[in-house]
């Protein structure tokens, strides 16, 4: 008789992002202490690891192509940081004092702005940002009873009908969009903000329940703040590999499709010509990838209309004469009624130490919003140009960069519109019936922050241990 516990199994998964990069060590943590026998292969189709996160270093610049920083108000990363020993390279930003640009002027972000909402209400009316009927309207947040909500709605339609159209376009939009880079009246409450939904169910306003959510004790930091790590968050990447040592790793080598046999056992095909097999599959890449390898086309159908936005990251390298002295702040968010084509621009060098050469700034500015991506596709020099002018007109920038390096990210934004947990919810089932032993997950299902990425990676694992042991 085979010795069910001691007969090896093996686990493949697809994707050295963020995402596949946490399972596998998370699992190889798990298969330790357990001491499983458990084999895991990670497949990656590039020749490097770490997805869209990728920071680079040139003349005296460290530069973040893809996200530059995080929030962690639940501990997600601080906790895979510590089990990697990186806590001494955690930190978080030296300052961030957001600005947006509303028409042609910039104006201050007021204090307790939580999740583009504000919480403070001193600052909030002694703010320039919003007009004085704006503000007053935001206050009916407080008397009107809030509606209970049954069904998922747009972020958009839920904060007008609390807080009015300007505070809605004048301070949430810029800030959330900023994030999402998507249309506020598109993005899913239930799947962006869920605790809105919650909260409105349950506190007499939406002000007091954002309050209520961030001083709740799980709500370990202020939100605003944002982390990242000496060296970058290539360091997360580079050490999450260095650790890998249980873990085969195969690099450049990409899955193109799985098979599964009639006892659920998987093949996996790649474009060596090589195969895997396997007992259990994650796959930490895209939807559009995981539903291009399944042979049941029928299982992501419901995700197929998901807008993917494709946008530009651009750090662009000045002197600090070039700027400037009057702006003090660290980021600009542009409100979407203004005539700019840049979304929003970070001081990289205020908020990050060492990353700048002396006597030198860094912006990292973004472009590509939805219904505006055909400017992606413009040439290098074309985008500074853009890039240029609206930094001239935003903050008095003058003359060429000394350095500008363009990176085109291209669908790589999921949009979460309303009813997307519903449907990532069917997805899921439908997978699991189909295919009992695989897995998916990434920031096209249940998030796309980082410390998302990295909860859908562990609870992904100990599901699939689940169903091994
Ligand atoms: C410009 C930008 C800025 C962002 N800023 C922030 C931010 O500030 N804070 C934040 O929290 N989040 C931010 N995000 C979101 C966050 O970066 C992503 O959600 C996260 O990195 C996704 O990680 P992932 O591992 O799920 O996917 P990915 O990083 O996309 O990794 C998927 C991997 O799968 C590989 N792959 C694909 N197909 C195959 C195949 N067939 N076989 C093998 N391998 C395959 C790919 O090559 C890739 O390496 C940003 C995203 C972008 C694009």
Known sequence: MIDVMNEKRR???????????????????????????????????????????HTVLEEGYQIEKGPASFTDHRGTVAKLAASLGLTDKLINSMKDKKFVAVNEELYAVPEGVQFGIPTKMKPFMASDLVSWSGKARATFDFLRPQNKLSNDQSLGNLLRSRLGNEVVENI???????????????LSVDAVLPFLAQYSNSTSSLINGVKAYTQAPEFLIDHQTSFSFIGGLSTLIDELENQLTDVKVKKSERVLSIKQL??????????????????????AAPHTVAQSLLEDKNIFVE?????LNTIATVSLMFDEKQISKSFKGTDVVISRNSDFSVTSATFMNRKWENIAPKGKEMIKAYIGRLGDEAIVELSDKEIEKVILQDLHRLIGITGAPEKV????????????????ADRVQIVKEKLKSTYPMVRVGGNSYDGISLPKCISQATSNMDSLLKELF
């Open 11 to 53: 686990v493949a998964i697809i994707g050295g992002g963020i995402t596949g990069l946490t399972a596998a060590y998370y699992l190889q943590e798990k298969v330790r202490e357990q001491q499983l026998p458990v084999e895991i292969v990670l497949i990656e189709s590039t020749h490097r690891l770490g997805g869209k996160i």
């Open 172 to 186: 949430t939009e810029p800030l959330l969009s900023g994030i999402y880079s998507g249309d506020i009246d598109q």
């Open 262 to 283: 009639a006892n659920n056992q998987l093949t996996l095909s790649l474009n060596n010509t090589s195969t895997i097999k396997a007992d259990a599959v994650f796959i």
């Open 303 to 307: 995700l197929k209309d998901m807008p």
């Open 405 to 420: 390096i363009v990176s085109r990210f291209k669908n790589a934004m999921p949009q979460y519109t309303i009813g997307h």
